[in-house]
């Protein structure tokens, strides 16, 4: 069975930093690329950046671009978004999903963890 | 960027009617559309994916179809367990966007 555990969402200022962790079980991981999608409050779901299998290819939303990174450990199972100058606008449930196939440029996302929650506010 | 919409926002249904759920694309998708169900609380769960086949475990009840801009979530006899709020996503070319979701409550 997936499984997809994330972890890391807290209260942070304004321009503060926060690193998102997602420990995956249940599949190969390599073999499959990762994504984060986010959910703000009272909103639909938003994807904000997907990374390949082996980590060669990232691509990342415009809402986001320079400011968060993702990476993966693929010894660990684990895939992480680093997140920087934080704005009140990233509040959100952030969700880790396996997608369907190893290239970043997967299409559709086959299994979900339960999200963790980044607020920002002073 | 592909702009997703879907119709009704909120869907009253009792149990054991039909429920129709609606989702349009911008421009031509092909049948790259996938279905999500998202319950408070819980993990999204992938429904359909190439705009009709079914994911591993999704009850026969649902079913999808669809092709370039008009697709169709189709929800046979309602269960008080469908209760959810229902997307699609589409994946035929830029980002991959969702709609911003049908909530379907029992009536």
């Known amino acids: 069975e997936v499984q997809l555990l994330e972890s890391g969402g807290t209260l942070v200022q304004p321009g503060g930093s926060l690193r998102l962790s997602c420990a995956a079980s249940g599949f190969s991981f390599i073999d499959y690329a990762m994504s984060w999608v986010r959910q703000a409050p009272g909103k639909g779901l938003e994807w904000v950046s997907v990374i390949s299998g082996r980590a060669g290819s990232v691509y990342y939303a415009d809402s986001v671009k320079g400011r968060f990174t993702i990476s993966r450990d693929n010894s660990m199972a684990t895939v992480y978004l680093h997140m920087h100058s934080l704005r009140a606008e990233d509040t959100a449930m952030y969700f880790c999903a396996k997608m369907n196939s190893q290239a970043a440029a997967s299409h559709y996302y086959e299994s979900w963890g339960q999200g963790t929650l980044v607020a920002v506010s002073s | ?107």
């Open chain 2, 1 to 107: 960027e592909i702009v997703m919409t879907q119709s009704p926002a909120t869907l009253s249904v009792s149990p054991g009617e039909r429920a129709t759920l609606s989702c349009r694309a911008s421009q031509s998708l092909s049948s790259n559309l996938a279905w999500y169900q998202h319950k408070p609380g819980q993990a999204p769960r992938l429904l359909f994916y190439d705009a009709g086949a079914r994911a591993t475990g999704v009850p026969a009840r649902f079913s999808a179809s669809g092709s370039g801009t008009e697709f169709t979530l189709t929800i046979s006899s309602l269960q008080s367990e469908d209760s959810a709020v229902y997307y699609c996503q589409q994946y035929n070319s830029g980002p991959r966007t969702f709609g911003p979701g049908t909530k379907v409550e029992i009536k």
